[in-house]
């Protein structure tokens, strides 16, 4: 059996797609954030940066942490057909050089920007704000170019860099970001992945 330690939120949502998408028998076990149970002893021995999500495989005894990283091991180790990630050559490492770029600016800098935005009027930052906000319109422009020249998908064919990305853009639009609104391209993109039945079963899976 397959456990996935996670919650409610982008990251946890990004690796339950992946395993809707391949069909796997799986359970969630929920980390309870608000009561800091990610900074708990137990979780830290698989968890060493206290974030999740966290996937432990019976199957394998492997023990996953980061979400680039677990769905690159559910490709390897279960997607024989390549549906979430190509088994070699460019596709698939256009693929991974899309979940790179999701992990390394989308997230961080959309991440910083919401608490930016949710924080109390003496904890705001006008200076960070602008500069997470102008960061965020660059990076959704990024996103707008690997969509050029009519690709249905960010790496060419669906994989795990359309999965990476999806939960993160589609919080930004439902939030009404602008960046977002503005581009067409990556509106009518975040449609086509919802259209994806494993994608609604994903993002529902730990409400």
């Excluded at 998408?21 to 137990?42: F, I, M, N, S, T």
């Excluded at 966290?54 to 549906?83: P, R």
């Excluded at 088994?87 to 800098?109: D, E, L, T, V």
């Amino acid at each position: 059996m397959i456990t996935l330690f996670g919650a409610a939120t982008t990251n946890a949502r990004k690796v339950a797609i992946g395993l809707a998408e391949l069909g796997l028998d799986w359970v969630p076990r929920h980390v309870r954030l608000d009561q800091k149970e990610q900074h708990d002893a137990w979780f830290l021995d698989i968890a060493p940066n206290n974030k999740i999500p966290v996937l432990h495989d019976d199957a394998t005894g492997m023990t996953v942490w980061e979400s680039g990283a677990i769905l690159t091991y559910l490709a390897d180790q279960y997607d024989a057909k390549g549906i979430i990630l190509a088994k070699s050559g460019a596709a698939r490492y256009a693929a991974i050089q899309g979940a790179f770029f999701q992990a390394a600016h989308i997230g961080p800098n959309l991440g910083r920007l919401n608490e930016q935005l949710t924080a109390s009027d003496a904890a705001r930052n006008p200076q960070m704000m602008a500069l997470f906000f102008g960061e965020c319109v660059r990076l959704t422009s990024v996103v707008e170019r690997m969509l050029g020249n009519g690709r249905p998908f960010l790496a060419g064919d669906y994989s795990i860099a359309d999965i990476m990305h999806y939960p993160w853009l589609k919080a930004g639009l439902d939030h009404g970001f602008p960046a977002l609104l503005d581009k067409p391209i990556v509106t009518d993109w975040l449609a086509r992945i919802w259209e994806r039945p494993a994608v609604g079963v994903g993002m529902l899976s730990f409400d």
